[in-house]
Structure formats: C-alpha cells, structure tokens
C-alpha cells in the first residue's frame, strides 16, 4: 500500500479519502451494495430527505442531451419517518460518515428534519439543498444571500452537526451566496448543484420534460463547475465540496487543485456506480505519481498557465 | 416490500401478486463478443456475448445495460436478455440500431470486449407452472425477445405445458425474436398491420379468441400495445404480467429517472420495482 495521506476533514467531519456522491445520484446506498462497499467512500451522500414524503414530478423526468443529462424527479423520496425507519438502519452498519441532503419549503423545515437526524444520530453531517430547481412553489433559497443565510442559521441553532450548504450555479455571482453562507454559520460548501436548463422535441413539438424545466448535468456543466470552485476558494475560508460532471479520476484532481477539499461523484454513476471507487484509487495514483504524500497539497494548488 | 429487499444481504425468491421477485447479484464487467449477427429484418441484430455471470444468474424479464464509447451520449442503455445458454456461459441480446449505442454494437467484431451491467431487474416474469394454464405471451417489436426466453424457459420446466406466442409487427419483414420457438413446442401466431404475415390486424385481434378463465398473459413491447392486452386481460378476467419498457438512465433504481405511475398514486422505478407488474397495477 502506497503512504498517501487520503485524509481530508469537512468542518468536524472526518473522511478517510475525499470522495463522496452526490445527493440524488446514489439512492440510499444499499442498491448498488454488489458494486459499491460504502466503507470504502470517504462518505456516503443521500437522496433529498424532506419533512412530508414526496411522490415527486410525472415522467418524463430525465432526459439525455449533449454530454450530460436534465432531470426533474421533483425530490421523489419517503420523507424523514421514512428514513429514519428504513434507510439509517442501513446505513448505519458500514463504517462510513452518512451526509444527508436536506430540501425545505422555509427555514423551518429544513431545521425540523435536521434536529429530527441529530436527535436519532441518523447522519454524521447534513447538505442544505438551497437550490433544488425542480419543486415549484419553493422559494429558491440559494440566489439570494439574505435567504440563504437564514436557512443556513436557522439548521446551526438545531445541530452541532457540520452544516454544508449546496450553492447553485443559477446566480449572477456565486461568491455573494458562499459569503454569507460562511457568515450564517456554514462548516462548509458543496457546488454546483445543476444548471437550470430545458430540451424540446422538435417532431413532436413538445417540451421533453413534463416539469418543462429541468437541471442540467453530467461532463456539459465541468467548466462551470470548476470555476464556481475556485472562485468561492478565493473568496472563503471553509471547505469546499466540488462537484459537477465527474466522470474520471483525474476530473476530481481538477475540482480539488481549483480549491476543493473533498469531491462528490453524481450523475457519472448512473453510467457506472463503480465510479466512485476508481475515483477514490485514482485520486491516491496520482498522488504516488506526482510526489504528493498527502492529499492535501493538492486542494487550491491550481497556478496560472 | 422492494426497499425491505433492498436492505437484505443474501438473495431469495419471494412471490406475491403473481409476479416473482429475484434481484440477480449485479456485475458490471468486460465481456467478450462471441458474434454479432443481422437478422432479415433491416437494421436489426442479434449480439451474442461470453459472461458466465449473466448466464448463469440472467431470469426472463431479466436486463442489462450496455455502455458504448458514443461521444457525447453518456448513458447506457438496456436491453432484455433474448437467449441464455449457461453451458457455454454466453447470452444473447436482439437490438435495432436506433442510436449511437445500438450503432456502435451493430459494428463490435468477435472478440472485442463489451462494457455490461447485469442481470438488472427487481420483479420479473413469473411462469407460476401450474398445471393446466394456458401460458399466452404477447410481443411486439423489441418486447418479443425476453418473451421467447420466458416461453421456453416454461416449456422447459414443465414440458407439458400449454404456450402459445403472438408476435406483432407492422410488417413481415419486421417479425422477430421468434428463433427456435417452434422446436420448443411452443405454437406461434403471427399477426401484422398490413395482413403481409399471419393474423390481418392487431395482437389483441389474435389474443381475444385465447382467452379462458385458465389462460395467464404475459407481455411486453410498445406501451399502447402493453396497454390494451392489460385491459384486455383484465376484462376477460385473466392475469396479465406486462414488462414495462421505459427510457432506464440507470438501470439500479438510484436516478429514480424511469418511473411509471401506479393506480395507488405512487411513481414506480420501472428499473427495479419493475419492470414487470401485474398490469392491474398500472396506470396506463
């Protein structure tokens, strides 16, 4: 075995290496287990929790478009009872920090089903989905600072547990968002969630998807993503989850020299569920490669060309 | 019930509502091309591939998902199991080329190595043999495939049982997936829109006459097909299992991308909560 150092922290979250998955790409963790070993992952990152159980958008929700996919499942999931009743339990019995990902309607909700996780000791830290762009009626929390700061304070007065906050790409400057995320009490940031987007079937003349609207990802939204990184990097002090378009180990290289400090694997699974592994080995061969012994060095190590 | 299964660590057949629950343990591997072979219907083909864990672990009703290095469409795509011959440790899947996926397949060599996800499925066909059924198995197009491996993996289980095929098509030259049915003792109607085969019309034209309170339904291809042998089945009364054929981006249950929705309300993954259903089950 090599002598890397694969070790990276999320606020008090420990992780054994920097790879997670994005919320929303992975289930809950136990429908690849003939692919996947949880306690392989540096973490384990949900499907949205809501507080009331969600049946979700009609199909057609996905659509395949050039280099990535757009999807409106509109947050299809059993709700926190749900969870805590039959997903935890699961997940509980592999050695691997659970993130959950937390939708809400107002403040309120999203603190309502963060205390009930902290409470059953249900997840090791929790994401803030800010910017789910598929539930209508939802405020979007993440295009405006004050908004987003209020969710971000109202989960750090209900748990001790780190607090990320999941920015989206669909704002004029994301560094105004990530500010006062980090100002609100945030342990840390994930980004991008997906880039709001549509498709159309021109013989049929009809919007593809039945939501009209749809996010956007996959290897299309990278360029996007990386930047969004690197600027917030340069802008705040807490770390950085990146994520956007993963399909290959040296792509996670990209978002951690932009300045993350841990990855997450989303829609590249649904292509192949082992991704996350070959990432997380990867990741290490590239640091054995390149004479780097800890993973660390390479958060942010970016230079101009 | 599915995500009670899902939490479970070994692997068993469960039975209810007359549909047989078997997840396969899922492998993604390389496997071998055995051969790549066009049938008389244009464009399409049948790719016969080497993987002694798909042979082995593949049911009818069962699926995998190909990957193909397609540029810029990154999703894999599946496609029923059509013949398993665990002797050799080789399965067969019939595809028509309809995108870069289905091109790329249609020009893989003997030999070359073919990116597969499988055996995929949650509930799938269940024969249930008991003795006296009247097993009738409505295809068209892509949706006869996993019905020829389902009407001789009933022939086989039980050789005295009753199965009738009825393969739908636009046209004759578009009739397939009926390779050695006959050899297996199973009778086959054809029926096509143009009267160029078979039955002149439709595959309910041929199914109506068929059906008796001893008959069980099995089907799979185009939706409105599904559809109205469903709502044909049920009635005259008979059990109908339809296999659901939805855009899969996954293909594991974790996009939530495919889902049908249910008469109790519910959205329901086609991938691994299906794809087969009782058709009573279905919100068509």
Redesign the interface.
């Known amino acids: 075995m090599s002598t890397v150092n694969m070790t990276v922290q999320i606020g008090s979250l420990k992780m054994r290496n920097p790879v997670t998955t994005g919320s929303?790409?992975?289930?809950f963790g136990?429908?690849?287990?003939?692919?996947v070993p949880l306690d392989r992952l540096g973490a384990v990152t949900v499907?949205a929790t809501t507080r009331e159980r969600r049946?979700?958008n009609?199909?057609?929700?996905?659509?395949?478009t050039?280099?990535?996919?757009l999807?409106a499942?509109g947050l299809?999931n059993g709700g926190i009872d749900d969870y805590l009743a039959?997903?935890a339990?699961?997940l509980r019995g592999f050695d691997c920090p659970i993130i959950v990902n937390v939708p809400g309607e107002n403040p309120n909700d999203f603190a309502y089903v963060v205390e009930r996780l902290t409470a059953a000791g249900a997840a090791d830290a929790v994401e803030l989905n800010l910017s789910c762009p598929n539930v209508s009626h939802g405020l979007d929390y993440a295009t405006d600072p004050q908004l987003a700061a209020s969710v971000v304070a109202a989960v750090r007065k209900v748990t001790s547990m780190p607090v990320i906050a999941k920015l989206s790409p669909n704002v004029t400057d994301i560094r105004v968002i990530a500010k006062a995320c980090e100002d609100a009490g945030a342990d840390a940031l994930s980004m991008i969630n997906t880039v709001v987007g549509t498709a159309i079937d021109p013989r049929k003349r009809k919007f593809r998807l039945a939501n009209i609207t749809g996010g956007l990802s996959?290897?299309a939204v990278k360029p996007i993503a990386l930047l969004a990184v690197w600027r917030c990097y340069n802008t705040v002090k807490i770390p950085i989850i990146g994520m956007g378009g993963i399909?290959c180990p040296l792509d996670a290289i990209e978002f951690m020299l932009a300045g993350a400090t841990a990855v997450a694997c989303g829609?590249g699974?649904?292509?192949?569920?082992?991704l996350s592994l070959e990432v997380i080995d990867g990741i290490e061969k590239y640091c054995v490669e390149n004479g780097f012994a800890d993973v660390n060095a390479l958060i942010g190590a970016v230079t101009a060309a | 019930m599915i995500n009670f299964l899902h939490g479970m660590q070994t692997y068993e057949l469960f039975r209810f509502v007359g549909i047989r629950i078997y997840f396969g343990v899922i492998k993604k591997e390389a496997a071998q091309v055995v051969s790549v072979t066009p049938l008389s219907a244009p464009r399409h083909f049948v790719l016969t591939m080497k993987s002694a864990h798909l042979a082995s672990h593949s049911r009818p009703g069962h699926f995998i998902a190909v990957a193909a290095d397609t540029g810029s469409a990154i999703l894999r795509k599946p496609f029923s199991v059509y013949t398993v011959n665990p002797d050799a440790g080789e399965i067969s899947i019939l595809f028509s080329v309809y995108g870069p996926t289905t091109t790329a397949m249609s020009r893989m060599l003997p030999g070359d190595s073919i990116d597969v996800l499988g055996p995929l499925g949650g509930r799938i066909f269940d024969p249930e043999p008991i003795k006296g059924i009247h097993h009738i198995l409505v295809g068209g197009g892509y949706g006869v495939p996993p019905l020829n491996y389902l009407a001789k993996t009933i022939r086989a289980s039980a050789p005295d049982a009753m199965v009738t095929v009825i393969i739908g098509a636009r046209t004759a030259n578009l009739l397939v997936g009926d390779d050695d049915l006959l050899d297996a003792g199973v009778e086959v109607i054809y029926c096509t829109d143009d009267g160029s085969a078979g039955v002149h019309g439709r595959v309910t034209d041929a199914l109506l006459p068929l059906l008796k309170s001893d008959s069980r339904v099995y089907t799979c291809g185009p939706t409105p097909m599904m559809k109205a042998v469903g709502e044909l089945s049920e009635a005259h009364g008979v059990d109908c299992q339809v296999s659901l054929e939805t855009f899969m981006p996954c293909g594991v249950g974790i996009c939530v991308g495919c889902v049908v929705k249910m008469r109790d309300g519910v959205f329901s993954r086609t991938c691994t909560d299906g794809p087969v259903y009782p058709g009573c089950e279905v919100a068509w």
């Open positions: 929303g790409t992975f289930g136990s429908e690849t287990k003939d692919l499907k049946l979700g009609p199909p057609q929700r996905i659509v395949e050039a280099s990535g996919i999807n499942i299809q039959n997903k339990p699961y996959g290897p399909a829609t699974n649904f292509v192949d569920p082992t």
